[in-house]
């Protein structure tokens, strides 16, 4: 190969080493945002975790009391008063009689009422505040504010189909990013080999040049 020939060789040598420089580092940025997707992915799942649901007591025909999920319309049926913050940050108390006032106020619709999640979004971000009925020393019937720890008749367990649902998402969405990481690495590896042939061939360039321009010298000198 011709001096000239290997000059041309290795610019392009050069030009496609900083290519190759240039989408290895492409790459490594990529993985690192796929590294912040995960903890994404964990956050969302670590959420799902904690999520719980208000589940209201009732007794049966025969006595026994069983928990089911609650809404805010069953709330209401059980004979409690709600307090909950409006939209203008403002708190209104409501009771079965006056629930319908709710959507004007807060914008709460009547359907989300009987929505299990409506009720349990509302406590998860404290926007409500529970009064039960009871008697007074006197017999009179009165509200008593109450919270879920203490009421006997309300408690808060996991959501266990959202967790089914965010278990699901969190398996897949993983796969996804153990098969784009998979990929990385391959693709890194693959660079990383043409890199050094190319690296290889380069200072094979480099030590021929040299060694034609010192035979040249010598001729001269």
Same mark, same amino acid.
């Given at each position: 190969?011709?001096?000239?020939?290997?000059?041309?060789?290795?610019?392009?040598?050069?030009?496609?080493?900083?290519?190759?420089?240039?989408?290895?580092?492409?790459?490594?940025?990529?993985?690192?945002?796929?590294?912040?997707?995960?903890?994404?992915?964990?956050?969302?799942?670590?959420?799902?975790?904690?999520?719980?649901?208000?589940?209201?007591?009732?007794?049966?025909?025969?006595?026994?009391?069983?928990?089911? &999920?609650? $809404?805010?319309?069953?709330?209401? %049926? @059980?004979? #409690?008063?709600?307090?909950?913050?409006?939209? /203008?940050?403002?708190? !209104?108390?409501?009771?079965?009689?006056?629930?319908?006032?709710?959507?004007?106020?807060?914008?709460?619709?009547?359907?989300?009422?009987?929505?299990?999640?409506?009720?349990?979004?509302?406590?998860?971000?404290?926007?409500?505040?529970?009064?039960?009925?009871?008697?007074?020393?006197?017999?009179?019937?009165?509200?008593?504010?109450?919270?879920?720890?203490?009421?006997?008749?309300?408690?808060?367990?996991? &959501?266990? $189909?959202?967790?089914?649902?965010? %278990? @699901?998402? #969190?398996?897949?969405?993983?796969?996804?990013? /153990?098969?784009?990481? !998979?990929?990385?690495?391959?693709?890194?590896?693959?660079?990383?080999?043409?890199?050094?042939?190319?690296?290889?061939?380069?200072?094979?360039?480099?030590?021929?040049?040299?060694?034609?321009?010192?035979?040249?010298?010598?001729?001269?000198?």
């Amino acid at each position: 190969m011709g001096l000239s020939a290997s000059q041309a060789r290795l610019l392009n040598l050069t030009s496609r080493m900083h290519d190759i420089e240039y989408k290895a580092q492409n790459l490594e940025a990529q993985k690192l945002q796929m590294a912040n997707e995960s903890t994404h992915i964990y956050q969302e799942y670590e959420n799902a975790l904690n999520k719980q649901k208000v589940q209201l007591k009732h007794i049966g025909p025969d006595g026994s009391a069983n928990y089911e &999920d609650a $809404t805010l319309n069953e709330i209401f %049926e @059980a004979g #409690y008063q709600i307090t909950i913050q409006t939209g /203008d940050g403002q708190w !209104k108390t409501y009771t079965k009689d006056t629930k319908n006032n709710i959507e004007g106020d807060t914008g709460i619709t009547k359907a989300a009422l009987d929505k299990v999640e409506t009720l349990r979004n509302m406590v998860e971000a404290g926007f409500i505040v529970f009064r039960k009925p009871t008697k007074d020393a006197n017999g009179n019937d009165t509200f008593t504010e109450v919270n879920i720890a203490t009421d006997t008749s309300l408690q808060e367990v996991q &959501d266990e $189909t959202e967790l089914k649902k965010a %278990e @699901a998402k #969190y398996e897949a969405d993983m796969r996804k990013i /153990d098969a784009k990481d !998979k990929k990385f690495d391959t693709d890194l590896a693959a660079l990383e080999q043409e890199r050094n042939a190319i690296k290889t061939e380069i200072d094979t360039l480099k030590t021929v040049a040299k060694d034609n321009v010192d035979r040249t010298f010598k001729l001269f000198s």
